[in-house]
């Protein structure tokens, strides 16, 4: 054996590559810490001199203008797709998913942001399945569902003295909630992968963005804004929730299944109430506690018995 070809056998030792296992949980990390950062960023909106307008146009604008030099390659693949999936994934976890998710956060709190959309995501697919596709409900991931329906139930108790608003607000995050489960059930029913996904949120966004900014119908305070605040969020919803999370989740599901990564997506609401607590100075009731630790139980109790990639 030659002294390059001892080389390259001691680097090929020294240097393995990442099993698909390996590669879905460091996406499904990633993704989780992101999630944790989206939901504090919502909340964040308020203290801010931005609206949600001004905050969804970063949020889409940002990645727009990274795709753009994918776009011709994809654009097959994005033509051949079914128009059902497509509308599915621009819708949940587009525009729609992202103005629902800030109106409701400006009424709640950081964690139930995280707990009702990301932590409710089980619930929603086995629904979204049951009712659209006929799919049964598992008996062994009923209890865990049951357990998740708990959690929601004391995170509504652990806001007090419940008003109106707070009310409407955990019902728009149940419906962000519902569309996130739309977009995960049509990443499982195509076969276009992570960048054309991205594109399917993305563009149809900005489009709709430009539309209502153009006609009024949604104002901006971005003339006003401090560098501060722009450039926060151009990290956190700009590239990381824009960029970063649709590709890391999209490849997590490819490589873990949606049941895996759903289930290690519970730990999203734990996070984002820790981030919270220094951040925005949200301090989560014991009730709140309670509703978190309910519906992350609830996740890994539906998903425990679950086949990989259902």
């Known amino acids: ?15 393995p590559r990442l099993s698909r296992s390996q590669i879905g949980w460091i996406a499904m990390g990633i993704t989780v810490l992101i999630w944790a950062g989206f939901s504090v960023s919502l909340r964040a909106i308020s203290h801010s001199t ?15 203008i990274a795709l753009l030099p994918f776009i011709r390659a994809r654009f097959a693949a994005l033509k051949a797709m079914r128009p059902l999936h497509a509308l599915m994934i621009a819708t949940g976890a587009g525009l729609p998913f992202f103005l629902i998710a800030a109106a409701g956060g400006r009424l709640t709190s950081a964690a139930h942001v995280s707990v009702l959309v990301a932590g409710t995501v089980p619930l929603s697919v086995a629904l979204l399945a049951l009712v659209c596709w006929r799919e049964p409900i598992q008996s062994a991931r009923r209890l865990g569902l049951l357990v998740i329906i708990a959690g929601v139930l004391l995170m509504v108790a652990g806001l007090g003295a419940m008003q109106l608003p ?12 519902l569309l996130w489960g739309m977009y995960t059930l049509a990443l499982r029913k195509t076969t276009i992968d992570p960048v054309g996904t991205l594109m399917l949120i993305t563009y149809p966004a900005v489009c709709s963005i430009a539309i209502l900014m153009a006609t009024g119908a949604m104002e901006s305070h971005l003339a006003q804004a401090s560098f501060n605040d722009i450039g926060w969020f151009v990290l ?3 590239i990381c929730v824009g960029i970063l999370s649709p590709l890391a989740y999209a490849a997590a599901i490819r490589c873990l299944g949606s049941v895996r990564s759903s289930t290690v997506g519970a730990l ?23 509703g978190i630790l309910a519906v992350t139980t609830g996740v890994v109790l539906t998903n425990r018995n679950a086949k990989r990639g259902t």
């Open 1 to 15: 054996m030659t002294l390059s070809s001892s080389t390259s056998v001691a680097r090929a030792e020294t240097s």
């Open 166 to 177: 707070m009310l409407q607000g955990v019902a728009l995050l149940l419906i962000a909630s």
């Open 50 to 64: 931005l609206s949600s307008a001004d905050v969804a146009l970063i949020r889409f604008l940002v990645p727009a």
């Open 236 to 238: 956190v919803q700009g």
């Open 268 to 290: 999203a609401p734990v996070i984002a109430a820790l981030i919270a607590i220094p951040v925005l100075h949200e301090i989560p009731t014991l009730l709140s506690v309670a």
